[in-house]
């Protein structure tokens, strides 16, 4: 029905971005997803538009760390904080190069080294173990790992990095019988046995929200923070975003804004054809699932179910080093993979994940957020409502809004 009503839509509407209508407010964005097969995907694309940098100490396009902690208010809470806090990134596949390319990221940004050496990053496989790595080759889920480490570094320069490479990104489904199984799942289970204060889950399912409940004990860990991405496929649920023990991050557009009191514009990250045009940019996910049932914590009425997203966090433009061949040096990256570790990294910023049971604690601070009343991620967005379309206070799209320091978590 979305792709129906978007395509009666070409009737009435341009193919231009409307300014106020919602619509993403990069100009000629190509975006060439990772991760493009396997039950569950990760949530993040280059940006084919801006050039690649192969030398590692060159200048380049993208969000740095300084823009990320200034655009969030997080400057000085990341020079003080995040110490004793380990915050695990829940990858598929291995990365043979990723120690190096996150250390290269740091040093270009004037950020201390994160190594294996002095005990900041620690890198295992789905059952912990250094070593014995995912044999099966994936180099599209390398770009994607290198984000998930280098985000961290960004926001929480003093947190250790904990990397749990699952053995792939498919699932098991037996309905039979109790031989469900999910190695990413597997992989959050090891996070947290390994002592991770934060765990994030920059990956989900692909097209409609599937029936995945018998999966979410996976994520079921009062205590630890854990985020997962709500998608880039637009107005519409994935799992396991969806799943109600997790707190579900959406993306913005941020724009630097010199004649705002903050510095930035933000709105929500979508476009105005999504999945219509060819290489037209993506955009946030966001909706009311139908299989999840809503969190004691969630008190929008539009939905009866588990309502996507909690919060949000930028989602494009966003600058990494990667140095397998999908990119292959600096690149500018977008997707909600780049909002989930950023959120995973408020909380350890914060400290508090102890005091975190599910999505529930930013619900009891909502004047922590920046709120967002800019953009939807459907057209027309008068179907679905917040559930589509940001507005004051809680929407779908980016949920309470986006950090403002770390008092929402």
Same mark, same amino acid.
């Given at each position: 029905m979305k792709r129906l009503l978007t395509l009666l839509a070409l009737a009435v509407i341009a193919f231009v971005a409307v300014p106020g209508s919602g619509a993403a407010t990069t100009t000629g964005e190509v975006l060439r997803p990772f991760c493009t097969t396997g039950t569950l995907r990760c949530m993040s694309a280059l940006r084919v538009d801006a050039p690649v940098v192969p030398a590692a100490t060159a200048s380049h396009d993208g969000f740095g760390p300084a823009d990320l902690r200034k655009a969030y208010s997080l400057a000085s809470a990341a020079v003080r904080n995040g110490t004793g806090q380990t915050v695990a990134l829940v990858d598929a596949y291995d990365d043979p190069t990723i120690e190096s390319d996150l250390n290269t990221y740091r040093a270009y940004y004037g950020i201390p080294p994160c190594t294996t050496a002095n005990g900041c990053f620690r890198k295992v496989n789905q059952d912990g173990e250094q070593g014995n790595y995912p044999l099966v080759a994936n180099p599209s889920w390398e770009p994607e790992i290198a984000l998930d480490v280098e985000m961290v570094s960004a926001i929480c320069p003093n947190c250790h990095i904990l990397l749990v490479e699952a053995n792939s990104a498919d699932e098991t489904v037996v309905t039979s019988n109790p031989a469900q199984h999910s190695d990413l799942g597997a992989a959050v289970d090891t996070a947290v046995n390994l002592g991770a204060t934060e765990v994030s889950n920059s990956y989900g399912s692909v097209g409609p929200e599937p029936n995945q409940?018998?999966?979410?004990?996976?994520?079921?860990?009062?205590?630890?923070? *854990? =985020?997962?991405?709500?998608?880039?496929?637009?107005? @519409?649920?994935? #799992?396991?975003?969806?799943?109600?023990?997790? !707190?579900?991050?959406?993306?913005?557009?941020? !724009?630097? +804004?010199?004649?705002?009191? $903050?510095?930035?514009?933000? /709105?929500? #990250? @979508?476009?105005?054809?999504?999945?219509? *045009?060819? &290489?037209?940019?993506?955009?946030?996910? /966001?909706?009311?699932?139908? #299989?999840?049932?809503?969190?004691?914590?969630?008190? +929008?009425?539009?939905?009866?179910? $588990?309502?996507?997203?909690?919060?949000?966090?930028?989602?494009?433009?966003?600058? *990494?080093?990667?140095?397998?061949?999908? *990119?292959?040096?600096?690149?500018?990256?977008?997707?909600?993979?780049?909002?989930?570790?950023?959120?995973?990294?408020? %909380?350890?910023?914060?400290?508090?994940?102890?005091?975190?049971?599910?999505?529930? %604690?930013?619900?009891?601070?909502? /004047?922590?957020?920046? +709120?967002?009343?800019?953009?939807? &991620?459907?057209?027309? +967005? =008068?179907?679905?409502? %917040?559930?589509?379309?940001?507005?004051?206070?809680?929407?779908?799209?980016?949920?309470?809004?986006?950090?403002?320091?770390?008092?929402?978590?």
């Open positions: 409940t018998f999966f979410d004990h996976y994520y079921n860990h009062p205590g630890v923070a *854990i =985020t997962a991405s709500a998608g880039d496929e637009d107005y @519409g649920t994935i #799992w396991p975003a969806a799943s109600p023990y997790v !707190t579900a991050v959406g993306g913005t557009e941020l !724009t630097a +804004d010199p004649l705002s009191p $903050r510095g930035f514009d933000e /709105s929500v #990250w @979508g476009s105005i054809l999504p999945g219509v *045009i060819p &290489n037209e940019a993506q955009g946030t996910g /966001s909706g009311c699932s139908i #299989w999840e049932p809503k969190p004691a914590w969630q008190h +929008d009425a539009g939905c009866s179910g $588990r309502t996507v997203a909690d919060v949000s966090a930028v989602a494009d433009n966003v600058a *990494i080093y990667d140095s397998s061949p999908e *990119i292959g040096g600096w690149g500018v990256v977008a997707g909600t993979s780049i909002s989930s570790p950023i959120i995973a990294s408020v %909380y350890a910023l914060a400290g508090n994940a102890k005091s975190v049971v599910y999505g529930s %604690y930013p619900y009891s601070h909502p /004047s922590s957020f920046h +709120d967002i009343t800019e953009g939807s &991620n459907f057209t027309p +967005d =008068t179907v679905c409502g %917040y559930l589509c379309t940001a507005e004051p206070a809680y929407d779908g799209p980016t949920g309470l809004g986006t950090p403002n320091g770390v008092g929402g978590f």
